[in-house]
């Protein structure tokens, strides 16, 4: 995610035309999918979670969508920060379509029908089934006369319109489904399954599911139009096959190294802090802050600033949390002694 954002904002135009920027955007590209996949991911399982500890499965499902709608507000209060602290563009960019307004509204969903299906396989095979609807009919909704009659807004989150959507709906939504399908899977390990049992099934359905969208790209559309690399079903289920075929083999990769005694509690911490870290990068990596260096950075000079940047971003995540701790042990010190804490 870090390096799609820098490699876009911070090269040279003339670099762009390289090869080994093309090959770095297509690796960058796949931050996207993956931030949208493991939302649907770690919300289901936090909810299997969340149900287990409180034993109430309502409970559960409501936190889920609760958290879905915060981070579709958190969408326009990102856009209002950007706005205020980085000058001279239109206010009406706060309601740009970004990846936020994408995810969240997909949560609420997401988590509607977790709630809604008890079963595992109810829930596997609904979620399924949401993520290849989503993508089966991208082409279609891409080009239906419906959508024009849409409020201009709605438009913006069903197909693209210039500068006021980076992400839509279809087919972007596809992924936190197509995620929510494999937290299922993932939160069955504590039902009582064995970790190898699930590994080889994540395994497997990549191996399907990437050897299906490899398959389906050779044959001829069935649509009347559509763009392999941004509306075709199957180029979404090669993405989908290789987040799953990518989670099986560093999760191997992971236990290795537990096994002989490294931990990943530093690449723990960032997944952990996902959404901040965007918050703040994509704040830096476009905003005024780095002008100086925006579109005029060679590819050797773009790799150090990257590497600088990514590093600071680890570096961050803790100062985060030591103000978090801190300003949490004041609200407690304000509640338990108010006359301490006006002094």
């Known amino acids: 995610m870090i390096l799609a954002h820098v490699l876009d904002a911070w090269t040279l135009p003339a670099e762009k035309t390289t090869l080994v920027y093309r090959y770095l955007r297509l690796l960058g590209g796949f931050a996207a999918p993956a931030f949208l996949w493991l939302a649907g991911l770690s919300l289901v399982v936090s909810g299997d979670r969340l149900r287990r500890h409180t034993g109430s499965r309502r409970q559960a499902w409501q936190r889920l969508v609760q958290r879905g709608l915060e981070i579709f507000i958190l969408a326009f209060v990102f856009r209002a920060h950007s706005f205020v602290f980085n000058p001279g563009g239109s206010a009406l960019h706060i309601f740009r379509v970004d990846i936020l307004n994408i995810m969240g509204p997909a949560m609420v969903l997401a988590g509607l029908l977790w709630g809604g299906l008890r079963s595992a396989m109810g829930q596997v095979i609904g979620f399924g089934l949401c993520a290849t609807a989503i993508a089966m009919l991208t082409p279609t909704i891409r080009l239906a006369g419906w959508v024009d009659a849409l409020p201009i807004w709605g438009q913006w989150y069903v197909r693209p319109a210039g500068e006021y959507t980076v992400f839509t709906l279809f087919p972007w939504a596809g992924f936190v489904f197509?995620?929510?399908?494999?937290?299922?899977?993932?939160?069955?390990?504590?039902?009582?399954?064995?970790?190898?049992?699930?590994?080889?099934?994540?395994?497997?359905?990549?191996?399907?599911?990437?050897?299906?969208?490899?398959?389906?790209?050779?044959?001829?559309?069935?649509?009347?139009?559509?763009?392999?690399?941004?509306?075709?079903?199957?180029?979404?289920?090669?993405?989908?096959?290789?987040?799953?075929?990518?989670?099986?083999?560093?999760?191997?990769?992971?236990?290795?190294?537990?096994?002989?005694?490294?931990?990943?509690?530093?690449?723990?911490?960032?997944?952990?802090?996902?959404?901040?870290?965007?918050?703040?990068?994509?704040?830096?990596?476009?905003?005024?802050?780095?002008?100086?260096?925006?579109h005029r950075l060679t590819m050797p000079q773009m790799a150090v600033a990257y590497t600088v940047f990514?590093?600071?971003?680890?570096?961050?995540?803790?100062?985060?949390?030591?103000?978090?701790?801190?300003?949490d042990a004041q609200r407690r010190l304000g509640r338990e002694h108010p006359s301490v804490a006006s002094v």
């Open 178 to 294: 197509a995620g929510a399908a494999t937290g299922v899977v993932i939160a069955r390990s504590e039902d009582g399954w064995s970790e190898r049992r699930v590994h080889r099934t994540v395994l497997v359905a990549g191996s399907v599911v990437l050897g299906l969208g490899l398959y389906a790209s050779t044959l001829p559309t069935i649509y009347g139009a559509s763009a392999f690399w941004s509306t075709s079903p199957a180029f979404f289920a090669v993405r989908v096959g290789l987040l799953l075929l990518t989670l099986g083999l560093l999760d191997r990769v992971g236990r290795s190294l537990r096994r002989r005694g490294v931990e990943l509690s530093a690449l723990t911490r960032l997944g952990r802090s996902s959404l901040f870290v965007y918050w703040v990068h994509v704040q830096l990596a476009y905003g005024w802050a780095t002008g100086p260096i925006h």
């Open 310 to 327: 990514t590093i600071a971003m680890f570096g961050l995540i803790p100062v985060r949390d030591r103000l978090r701790q801190a300003w």
